[in-house]
């Protein structure tokens, strides 16, 4: 079984649309990450959630909005897209603490035209 | 902020010697570093984590160190395969919360 799981794992669409990219981990973890890998590889965090909670949020433009459901699911919606937003998108979960590791996502690329 | 800075891009060795990759952070020591593998298309798979008091971990042919004097750690590759061509990201933990913060990572390629 998937521990985490993202789709779609591709997205093209045309700037200014709005779009949505799903997570789920089936691993009962408490913390869900999503971060941002550009062109040149760097990952960079962009939201964390600790039990439906947000408890981080880097300096991420707001027409970005984390969502979660649930424990097991954190969505990222992405109001009126811009050519910079195209990258791939990995989420990831982690059991808790500061030192547990973290699972990624097989990641989601949306490419904005 | 911290910055995590992993100086080589790319890395080529041949099939059987060690590969050394660096892992370079500024200002204080994190608790904790963490080494991740990355293949394209995939997302990051963790290998190692190695804290503060901790001068080396080891993991089957794999072996990280922290040098809290110069700031660095060490991921040693030791035996190298061609299966163990991919990129391999450095990863402290962040200025808030518990998120990680990453170096751009090395990629690594051996050669047969």
């Known amino acids: 079984d998937t521990a985490v799981s993202q789709t779609p794992k591709y997205l093209v669409t045309q700037m200014g649309n709005d779009k949505s990219i799903k997570c789920e981990q089936n691993?009962?973890?408490?913390?869900m990450y999503w971060y941002k890998q550009d062109s040149k590889k760097f990952l960079k965090i962009m939201f964390s959630?600790?039990?439906?909670?947000?408890?981080i949020n880097e300096t991420v433009p707001n027409r970005f909005s984390p969502k979660s459901p649930d424990k097991a699911h954190l969505n990222l919606h992405i109001n009126s897209l811009e050519l910079g937003d195209s990258a791939v998108y990995f989420c990831?979960?982690?059991?808790?603490?500061?030192?547990?590791?973290?699972?990624f996502g097989p990641g989601t690329r949306l490419t904005v035209l | 902020s911290q910055k995590i800075e992993q100086n080589s891009e790319a890395l080529n060795i041949q099939e059987g010697k060690t590969a050394t990759l660096t892992c370079n952070y500024t200002?204080?020591?994190?608790?904790?570093l963490q080494w991740y593998r990355q293949d394209p298309g995939r997302g990051p798979v963790f290998l190692l984590l190695?804290?503060?008091?901790?001068k080396e971990k080891r993991k089957e042919r794999l072996k990280v160190t922290f040098d809290t004097t110069l700031k660095q750690s060490l991921f040693h590759i030791t035996a190298s395969q061609p299966a163990d061509s991919a990129t391999y990201l450095c990863?402290?933990?962040?200025?808030?919360?518990?998120?990680?913060?990453f170096g751009k990572g090395t990629s690594l390629l051996v050669t047969p």
């Open positions: 990863a402290r933990g962040g200025d808030s919360g518990y998120a990680l913060n």
């Open positions: 691993l009962g973890h408490d913390t």
């Open positions: 200002n204080y020591s994190p608790a904790y």
């Open positions: 959630y600790n039990n439906k909670e947000l408890i």
């Open positions: 190695i804290r503060e008091n901790e």
């Open positions: 990831a979960s982690e059991a808790g603490g500061s030192t547990d590791t973290q699972y």
